[in-house]
């Protein structure tokens, strides 16, 4: 069957409803495996020298709905800000599929965080797809994990998935929240938590290797000590159990989020280098 805008608008109700998806969550996953699609093709072709995501959408990538969901992209990119945002702007004009990329005009510069951020506008053939927010950070030297993606739907809707993605690896996107949630800049960071519990829910954390891993971010970064010291800000409870929630964690309450994450830091002080 040919694929026009049209029949993929329908195609993405139908499937998002006969697998019981948010419609606006199953077009924002199709959004980022295009973004990726494109990002391979620079990297194979010497656009790119790497790339990875990070943030919410490798965790959503790798755990698809049992992973909060997020509107943005979160990208690290070899180079100064400039520099990211010139190869980002290369990728994109090598389009994937039918899509095509358009980097907005707005630049928004994020000095503490070493960040540029821009709106990607994203086109399927003829039509608007969906425009979303990427954050081009810088690449660190960080392990690389080449991801299957687990989200739903892809196949049904008819169009190419991209596979394997390039994630930041587990231990350092660890490492990275912990530092984030537990620094002097960690307003409006609480979501980090329950990433981090989640990550360790699904058993997916070698622990010697994160603390290892942690130690080296906590230095390289220099705001504070690892292991951190940590009290959780109370205007963080009500958004933290209603995460919890919508995710049906094991833990319903902020009083046992904390207990536990502070169960976690505990036993990190417990590990001894390597």
């Not at 109700?13 to 924002?28: C, P, W």
């Not at 049904?156 to 990275?176: F, N, W, Y």
């Amino acid at each position: 069957m040919r694929r026009t805008p049209e029949r993929l608008e329908r195609r993405l109700a139908r499937v998002a409803r006969e697998h019981g998806l948010d419609q606006e969550r199953l077009r924002r996953w199709v959004s980022f495996l295009a973004l990726c699609g494109a990002l391979e093709r620079a990297l194979h072709q010497g656009l790119l020298d790497t790339y990875y995501l990070k943030g919410g959408v490798a965790m959503e990538l790798r755990f698809a709905q049992r992973a909060r969901a997020t509107k943005d992209v979160d990208l690290g990119i070899e180079g100064t800000r400039a520099t990211r945002l010139q190869k980002l702007s290369g990728a994109l004009g090598l389009g994937f599929d039918e899509f095509t990329f358009r980097v907005k005009a707005r630049v928004r510069h994020m000095d503490q965080a070493d960040t540029v951020r821009v709106q990607v506008a994203i086109q399927y053939r003829t039509r608007s797809w969906q425009t979303v927010e990427v954050d081009l950070g810088p690449a660190t030297m960080g392990q690389v994990d080449l991801i299957e993606p687990r989200v739903q739907g892809l196949v049904e809707l008819g169009i190419p998935v991209t596979s394997p993605v390039r994630c930041l690896g587990i231990a350092d996107q660890v490492a990275q929240k912990l530092h984030a949630c537990t620094g002097p800049s960690a307003t409006g960071r609480a979501r980090d938590v329950l990433d981090i519990l989640l990550i360790d829910a699904l058993g997916q954390i070698n622990y010697a290797e994160t603390t290892n891993t942690a130690r080296r971010v906590f230095e390289e970064r220099a705001t504070h000590v690892f292991p951190p010291e940590f009290v959780m800000p109370q205007e963080w409870r009500p958004e933290l159990e209603a995460l919890a929630a919508d995710l049906d964690f094991p833990l319903k309450t902020s009083a046992a989020i904390e207990r536990r994450f502070l169960e976690e830091l505990a036993a990190a002080r417990c590990r001894p280098k390597r």
